[in-house]
């Protein structure tokens, strides 16, 4: 039958042995010694076994010391026969014995305990450790943790040479070399081979503890270098998606720069034909006024000359479709203005006290509560200020007071015009803005959608017959805004 003994067991009986022999040794030489009156050298080897106990028994080495240190004097005082200089020798030897035991034993418990806590730190930390000699590259201990992450046991690596775990030769000596060179090495990376030949990367820091043994911490970095390389790689992708990107948006930005280039110059052309247009238009229109009042003129010259009532009759009826003609003219004029210039922002207040100056009101008073609102529109918004306070003039009747004022609401800011004449019917409320409507009252409410429609503004009739007209404008939200009640800026 095979008994299979741990390495720290065999130490343990060798030690014990060892104590066993060197008391034995010494106890012989001192009968031998004292029987034959050697009183001088034998003490010293007292010193061994009490150093042996205390090396390896440090907790005991004070009891141990006494109780070799009285066997000793007891031995003397026996075979002495309590001679006064053996005594006094002996006495000496025992304080001798008992201060070494002492000494040695608190300082051998100093490194017993030094000896637990590096042992707890090697063994417990959370780090890969493991040591080795320096010129044989054997591995003398290694932690568990470090064992682990090998797929090894301890005991396993434990006198193996360094080879098994750095496989690469090159590698290795370098390692070696660098820590020959400066004794200690920074955070080296190392790629460590495992029980399966996986390939596993260490960070290693060493550095040489006694003359040949050199300790190392190992971490494993595999994972964080997977990690990285796999953001290295994530990175290179978005950078070069970001590439392409960038150069789909500046191709896309070279065809958009080249369409706003041709519209701007489509648009010019536009705009040429327009004013062309315009020019043309007003030259007509200012052509056919003039002819229109010389028909007028002579017309007033027939009725002047002419007494048959039929005739006459017929002359009215050619001036009233004269004057309609006129109308009409005059509206065509008014119509190609509008979109001609960019809008602009107005401060209502000052731009209805301007319109209203060559407009006469009468006995009709005009109550402004709008000073501090300003909209952003066509610059024809003048016109509809005037072409509201004319409607309200001539289709009022009863007006005596003409009101403008504001209401912001969650969606919006309603401006309202609002008299105190006879109102609208409920039935031409829509139809008033027509242009068939308006034909017969110079197109002025039909022009007003018009201009406020360039800017997203619209307008509706909201009074109540027999109480006055109110037309309620709405101004979308970035259309309007609040200048400082101490500003009036211009129209």
């Known amino acids: 039958m095979i008994i299979d003994i741990s390495p720290a067991k065999k130490q343990q009986i060798y030690w014990t042995a060892t104590i066993l022999i060197a008391i034995i040794i010494t106890l012989l030489s001192t009968i031998y010694s004292l029987s034959h009156g050697i009183y001088e050298v034998f003490p010293f080897f007292y010193i061994l076994p009490i150093i042996c106990v205390v090396y390896f028994y440090p907790n005991r080495g004070v009891l141990f010391s006494l109780g070799i240190s009285t066997v000793y004097i007891l031995l003397v005082y026996f075979y002495s026969g309590f001679g006064p200089n053996a005594v006094a020798i002996s006495t000496a030897w025992f304080v001798v014995f008992i201060t070494i035991g002492v000494v040695t034993s608190s300082f051998a418990m100093g490194l017993r305990e030094e000896e637990r806590k590096y042992r707890g730190i090697f063994e417990n930390s959370q780090a890969g450790i493991f040591t080795f000699d320096l010129d044989s590259q054997k591995i003398t201990e290694i932690n568990r943790k470090c064992a682990q992450m090998l797929r090894y046991e301890s005991e396993e690596l434990t006198g193996a040479d360094l080879s098994c775990i750095i496989a690469n030769a090159e590698n290795r000596d370098r390692f070696v070399r660098q820590i020959r060179e400066g004794r200690e090495t920074g955070d080296i990376e190392l790629l460590f081979t495992t029980r399966d030949k996986t390939i596993r990367q260490f960070l290693v820091s060493a550095s040489v503890i006694l003359e040949n043994v050199v300790i190392c911490s190992a971490i494993d970095i595999t994972s964080r270098k997977m990690a990285e390389q796999v953001i290295e790689r994530a990175r290179d992708d978005l950078e070069r998606r970001v590439n392409e990107r960038t150069r789909e948006l500046l191709h896309a930005n070279e065809e958009l720069t080249a369409e706003i280039e041709e519209r701007k110059r489509f648009e010019a052309a536009i705009h040429l034909a327009n004013k062309k247009l315009n020019v043309l238009t007003s030259l007509t229109n200012h052509d056919i006024l003039n002819q229109i009042t010389a028909v007028v003129m002579y017309l007033a010259l027939i009725r002047e000359a002419e007494t048959d009532p039929a005739v006459i009759e017929y002359l009215g009826k050619i001036e009233e479709v004269t004057q309609m003609i006129q109308k009409q003219i005059q509206f065509t004029r008014d119509f190609q203005d509008i979109g001609e210039t960019r809008p602009r922002w107005h401060n209502i207040g000052a731009t209805i006290t301007g319109e209203i100056v060559g407009i006469d009101l009468k006995d009709v008073a005009l109550d402004l509560c709008v000073d501090d609102l300003e909209i952003f529109a066509d610059a024809g918004l003048p016109k509809v200020f005037a072409n509201l306070i004319k409607n309200a003039l001539i289709h009022g009747e009863l007006v005596t007071v003409i009101r403008f004022f504001y209401n912001e609401t969650e969606n919006d800011l309603v401006l309202s015009c609002?008299?105190?004449?006879?109102?609208?019917?409920?039935?031409?409320?829509?139809?008033?803005?027509?242009?068939?409507?308006?034909?017969?009252?110079?197109?002025?409410?039909?022009?007003?959608?018009?201009?406020?429609?360039?800017?997203?503004?619209?307008?509706?009739?909201?009074?109540?017959?027999?109480?006055?007209?109110?037309?309620?404008?709405?101004?979308?939200?970035?259309?309007?805004?609040?200048?400082?009640?101490?500003?009036?800026?211009?129209?």
Not at 431 to 454: A, C, D, K
């Open 418 to 491: 609002e008299d105190n004449g006879v109102g609208i019917p409920e039935g031409a409320k829509e139809r008033i803005f027509q242009r068939e409507y308006s034909r017969n009252t110079e197109y002025g409410l039909f022009l007003i959608v018009e201009i406020l429609g360039i800017t997203g503004l619209s307008i509706k009739e909201t009074g109540t017959q027999g109480s006055g007209a109110r037309f309620d404008i709405h101004v979308p939200k970035g259309s309007y805004r609040f200048a400082p009640k101490t500003e009036r800026p211009a129209s």
